[in-house]
């Protein structure tokens, strides 16, 4: 298995909602990346979890929060956004985090209206 | 803040010909380096990686580094429509971080 699988693809929510992004690795990667694409701009790192521990948050908003329950798993929770936190989420993994090669997932396109 | 520069293009290249793209980075003591493509609406694809310098071929690409000069390009020989992309240049930094490049699109001409 060299997938990782991001659901959902799509996710619309108002404002005041709360929902959850995940994010599932089978390939053994100890590295685990969340990063937010906006269109026609590169992507940007948003959170790292290394062995299951969060090593990097690059001033991510409060209403955006990461869970790493296992070393397959990464959840993004999502609570009141913002319509300007629409974006492209991308979850990634790598074999450790040396940055040798980021796999990345299909990604969950986010809407806030 | 480590750097990565690409020039944003479009690059227009007729189908058949060689793509040269380009990349810059900042930090004299990057050892890897990445190149990924993106299709529109899609996630980057990691294409190629490179650590020594020289060229590193993969088919139709071949990646070239030169640390001395800190550039890293991409070549794309005998290029097709199905290359027109967004190609990412990426490079780890202290912490491990992949810095990225804003990007350069690529447009094969049919």
């Known amino acids: 298995d060299t997938e990782v699988t991001q659901t959902p693809k799509h996710l619309v929510m108002g404002m005041t909602n709360k929902k959850s992004l995940k994010c599932e690795q089978h390939?053994?990667?100890?590295?685990m990346y969340w990063y937010k694409q906006k269109a026609k701009k590169p992507p940007e790192l948003m959170f790292v979890y290394s062995y299951e521990k969060l090593s990097i948050n690059e001033s991510v908003p409060s209403r955006f929060s990461p869970e790493c329950p296992n070393s397959s798993l990464l959840n993004l929770h999502l609570h009141a956004l913002q319509p300007e936190d629409s974006a492209l989420y991308l979850c990634?993994?790598?074999?450790?985090?040396?940055?040798?090669?980021?796999?990345f997932g299909s990604g969950t396109r986010l809407t806030v209206v | 803040q480590k750097e990565v520069e690409q020039n944003s293009g479009p690059l227009s290249v007729p189908e058949g010909a060689i793509a040269s793209l380009n990349c810059t980075y900042s930090d004299r003591g990057s050892q890897s380096f990445f190149w990924y493509r993106q299709y529109s609406g899609k996630s980057p694809e990691l294409i190629m990686s490179i650590y020594s310098n020289g060229d590193k071929e993969d088919g139709r690409f071949t990646a070239q580094l030169n640390k001395a000069s800190q550039y890293v390009s991409l070549l794309i020989r005998d290029s097709q429509p199905s290359d027109s992309a967004t190609y990412l240049c990426a490079v780890p930094d202290s912490s491990y971080k992949l810095i990225f490049g804003s990007g350069t699109r690529l447009l094969v001409r049919p």
């Open positions: 990634a993994s790598s074999p450790d985090r040396r940055g040798t090669g980021y796999t």
């Open positions: 390939m053994g990667h100890r590295a």
